[in-house]
């Protein structure tokens, strides 16, 4: 009898612990709880950043890759080599052959024949270098093309540019086997400078010399 009524005591006030440990536990809880979701706000694995980011490119979302990517190179202080890798590829596949280049080379510095991606980066980096070439090779093409066309450009206020032949001494010099050979510039009328009208006729190559043989 006597020791029930001590273990009954001994159950009781286990109970009134437990129940203070509960409310305690439950203030815990919260601060855990709080504590996770900024873990895995601050946390979420590189990997899986990295992993999902993969996935897009796979997928053809190259610009939903392109900032899944950007987002794991502004937040990890240190970044999987395969990233440059990856970025590169994808970068290429978005048609930024410059950035696909630069990332693809750091690839291939960091790891060497050695990477896993080795091959497949030497790969995109050919094909990158000879559509960032071809890029160039047209954009100067179109310059080329809007300059042939009617459009004049801008001397300045004074309207003047130092004529581009003689380089402002009126004087050509010719290399002949005699010697050197000073002739006047047969293209600004002994000035050293061309109107901004005959600049831009040059330009266009359509200012013709002048032939005034003396
Ligand atoms: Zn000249």
């Known amino acids: 009898m006597r020791s029930s009524i001590v273990y009954c005591t001994i159950l009781l006030i286990a109970l009134v612990g437990s129940s ?19 873990q ?3 946390g979420r694995s590189t990997r899986e950043q990295l992993d999902s980011a993969i996935a897009l490119t796979d997928a053809g979302k190259y610009e939903a890759a ?25 970068s290429y596949l978005l048609g930024l052959y410059s950035q696909s280049v630069d990332w693809l080379n750091k690839y291939i510095q960091l790891r060497g024949p050695g990477g896993q991606f080795y091959e497949d ?7 990158a270098e000879q559509d960032l070439l071809k890029e160039r090779e047209v954009k100067s093409a179109e310059a080329s093309v809007l300059l042939s066309k009617n459009y004049d450009i801008d001397c300045g206020p ?24 000073y002739k006047t510039c047969t293209f600004c009328k002994k000035l ?11 330009l266009r190559g359509e200012l013709k010399a002048i032939n005034d043989d003396k």
Not at 22 to 38: F, L, N, T
Not at 74 to 87: A, E, G, I, R, V
């Open 20 to 38: 203070l440990d509960a409310s305690a536990q439950s203030e815990q809880e919260k601060i855990k709880q709080m504590e996770d979701e900024r």
């Open 66 to 90: 392109d900032a899944k990517y950007r987002y794991v190179l502004q937040n990890l202080k240190s970044l999987p080599s395969d990233l440059t890798y990856h970025f590169g590829k994808n």
């Open 192 to 202: 050293g400078y061309l109107t901004c009208v005959d600049y831009n006729k040059m």
């Open 40 to 42: 895995r706000q601050r």
């Open 121 to 127: 980066a030497v790969t995109w980096l050919k094909k």
């Open 158 to 181: 004074s309207g003047k540019v130092i004529c581009p032949v003689c380089t402002g001494s009126t004087v050509v010099i010719k290399k002949t086997y005699l010697g050197d050979q």
